[in-house]
């Protein structure tokens, strides 16, 4: 299975909605690949994973992965950092 940050592209990534036409969020794209675009208790470890990586890298961000993909100042770099500090 790919890495989740192998999956994020600058044509792919997008804020402010889960998902639009071809473009997700960060937890878009978490759940397409995790979860079947659905939640699901296997896809809780992912979540946390992420959550703890943002709390770790940008912690005046948020605590979650809506809040720190919505921030003003995060990239589409601080997401795909994110996702390699988390593993995922």
Same mark, same amino acid.
């Given at each position: 299975?790919?890495?989740?940050?192998?999956? /994020?592209?600058?044509? *792919?990534?997008?804020?402010?909605?889960?998902? &639009?036409? %071809?473009?997700? #969020?960060?937890?878009?794209?978490? *759940?397409?690949?995790?979860? @079947?675009?659905?939640?699901?208790?296997? &896809?809780?470890?992912?979540?946390?994973?992420?959550?703890?990586? /943002?709390?770790?890298?940008? +912690?005046?961000? @948020?605590? &979650? /992965?809506? /809040?720190? *993909? %919505?921030? +003003?100042?995060?990239?589409?770099? %601080?997401?795909?950092?994110? #996702?390699? #500090?988390?593993?995922?």
């Amino acid at each position: 299975m790919a890495k989740l940050y192998e999956t /994020i592209t600058a044509e *792919n990534w997008v804020k402010r909605t889960l998902v &639009s036409m %071809d473009q997700r #969020c960060l937890l878009g794209h978490a *759940n397409l690949l995790y979860a @079947g675009n659905t939640y699901s208790a296997a &896809s809780a470890d992912i979540y946390h994973a992420l959550d703890e990586a /943002i709390v770790a890298l940008y +912690p005046e961000r @948020g605590r &979650s /992965i809506e /809040i720190f *993909n %919505d921030h +003003p100042d995060t990239t589409l770099e %601080d997401v795909l950092r994110v #996702c390699k #500090c988390a593993g995922v």
